[in-house]
């Protein structure tokens, strides 16, 4: 009841209507020395990264994002969240280059945690498998293609649908080639459940191994339950 007496509720601004130019405030605990203020403008807007493999659409800012501001408000001139602070681009030739999430991407999510304690991303496209590397060491050492080993299939996932079993190889994705789960994440970044892919995969067949395309639909996080 007392912290509830010397806070505010922040209110949420509309970070689809920024415009280059417009004002920036970060706050947060920079180095974790206590709360902290800088200022600067918007300096470019619907920014794409990749972060974690996953890719991400930014506001860029030159207001000074510091260790201890990611997780900090990004603010309007009217005190308004538009953005929560979330990564620095570091190197000694740039300088003031910040970015933070949209809170239009944000607030979604903070109204599923206040209504139901979770979010969950129904967007998130998932091909339903659970596998591992083969490398270009592994391949030459047992004769197999480089790619994804399929350890397991997730029952009723796009996968197991279009006829992927566990003991295939996953050698192409919608044209581009795999050689590893993590390349393989990443470009499923790009798409969202529902999506339809042609994916190729590697089959041993006694003599040796067969590939075969079949089309499989992205499966949502409820899926994978």
């Known amino acids: 009841s007392e912290t509830k007496k010397d806070i505010a509720v922040a209110t949420l601004g509309n970070s689809e209507s920024l415009k280059l130019g417009q004002p920036a405030v970060a706050i947060g605990n920079a180095l974790g020395y206590g709360q902290s203020v800088t200022v600067g403008y918007i300096s470019a807007i619907d920014r794409t990264m990749v972060i974690d493999q996953r890719q991400m659409t930014m506001i860029q800012t030159d207001a000074a994002i510091n260790p201890g501001n990611s997780g900090g408000a990004l603010l309007n001139k009217e005190g308004e969240v538009i953005g929560i602070n979330s990564v620095k681009y570091a ?15 944000a607030k979604p999510i903070i109204e599923s945690l206040i209504k139901d304690g979770e979010y969950v991303n129904t967007q998130t496209a998932y091909l339903g498998i659970q ?25 009723g996932c796009g996968a197991q649908k279009a006829g992927i079993v566990q003991g295939d190889i996953i ?10 789960m993590s390349e393989l994440q990443s ?36 899926d994978m339950k």
């Open 171 to 180: 050698v192409k994705f919608d044209g581009k080639k795999i050689s590893s």
């Open 187 to 222: 470009v499923l970044s790009s798409y969202k459940a529902g999506d339809k892919v042609k994916v190729v995969y590697a089959r041993q067949n006694g003599n040796g191994y067969e590939e075969s395309e079949v089309e499989v639909k992205l499966s949502s996080a409820k």
């Open 91 to 105: 190197s000694t030739e740039v300088e003031g280059i910040g970015y933070a999430i949209p809170i239009a991407y």
């Open 131 to 155: 596998g591992g590397d083969v490398t270009s060491d592994v391949a030459s050492a047992y004769k197999i293609p480089i790619g994804v080993y399929v350890s397991s299939v997730i029952e």
